[in-house]
């Protein structure tokens, strides 16, 4: 399996109503500080393999995307899944976090 296959079966893994930060997905995929690898994964393979990544933020809970790059769709989405906030931007990882 291809670091990429690894990176994309991380992130399927995620369930619905949950959240996981890059640095998990990276750990999960066998890449340790692998965190800026998931990011452009994210970026370029989102379409097409269907991947919820709407479901990855910071570490800190934090949706990386600007408002205007995705954020607030994020934000929507992850709403609409039960997910629980802190704040507008951050979201709650004592309930929504880590799966």
């Known amino acids: 399996m ?6 994309i079966r991380a992130i399927k893994a995620v369930p619905a109503g949950k959240v996981a930060s890059y640095a998990r997905i990276a750990t999960e995929a066998g890449i340790p500080n ?11 393979c989102s379409e097409k393999y269907a991947l919820p990544w709407w479901r990855i ?5 934090e949706i990386a995307l600007t408002d205007a790059d995705g ?5 929507e989405l ?13 979201v709650d990882l004592e309930q929504s976090g880590d799966y």
Do not use: C, D, N, P
């Not at 692998?34 to 370029?44: D, I, M, P």
């Not at 954020?71 to 934000?75: A, K």
């Not at 039960?82 to 507008?88: D, E, L």
């Open 78 to 90: 992850l709403l609409e899944e039960g997910v629980f906030f802190k704040s507008a931007r951050v």
């Open 71 to 75: 954020g607030l769709l994020q934000r």
């Open 2 to 7: 291809t670091t990429t296959e690894a990176i």
């Open 57 to 61: 933020v910071r570490a800190s809970g």
């Open 34 to 44: 692998g965190a800026r690898q998931v990011a452009r994964v994210l970026h370029s």
